[in-house]
């Protein structure tokens, strides 16, 4: 099976429109980081072309540091369609309009570049520890005010450790915005 990203937005969006009052509610708590979660984004199906569209971890740079221990990969042209398709599904228009409306956080842009954005996968050992990532655009423009990720994983079954993959993209904020309105 094989979608375009823009079919994948329509699916995403839907999603988010059909639990649009929800994800605003809990996105605006005060008793928590700003943030927001929806299981089953997208059909188990889609998702599992997706988990299996991902490269080995030999064929993806490792990143281990004090703060993770991962293998990502950015040069999506290099890795099977579906991938491309799917982050790029993010960047749409009526997504991040609708996003928007959600979060309260005005005027959020795509950042075709996929700075710091791309996929990663983690497996038995890999660990992420809370840290603060570049908060800028390529150039430096643009700050990045959130970060999507997107778990793709198979289901757990009897405590087996899976790995699990993700889709990972910043949004930027447009610099004309006040950084005190978010």
């Not at 979060?103 to 809370?130: H, K, V, W």
């Not at 079954?157 to 950084?179: C, D, H, P, Y």
Request: some cysteine; proline content about 3%; hydrophobic content about 40%.
């Amino acid at each position: 099976m094989f979608m375009n990203r823009k079919q994948l937005a329509q699916l995403i969006i839907q999603k988010l429109e059909d639990n649009r009052e929800s994800l605003a509610k809990e996105f605006a708590m005060s008793d928590q980081i700003s943030s927001c979660v929806i299981d089953n984004l997208l059909d188990e199906q889609i998702v599992q072309f997706i988990y299996e569209a991902f490269p080995q971890k030999e064929e993806m740079s490792q990143r281990n540091s004090i703060r993770e221990l991962k293998y990502v990969a950015a040069q999506m042209n290099l890795y099977n369609p579906l991938l491309e398709e799917i982050i790029y599904a993010f960047q749409d228009p009526k997504f991040l309009s609708l996003l928007s409306e959600i979060t309260g956080i005005p005027q959020l842009l795509p950042d075709e570049y996929l700075y710091a954005g791309g996929i990663s996968l983690m497996d038995r050992g890999c660990f992420l520890n809370p840290h603060i990532d570049n908060s800028y655009d390529k150039d430096r423009q643009e700050l990045q005010s959130s970060q999507f990720t997107v778990l793709c994983n198979t289901r757990l079954a009897r405590g087996l450790w899976r790995q699990f993959r993700t889709v990972g993209q910043w949004i930027k904020i447009s610099s004309e915005n006040n950084l005190e309105q978010i």
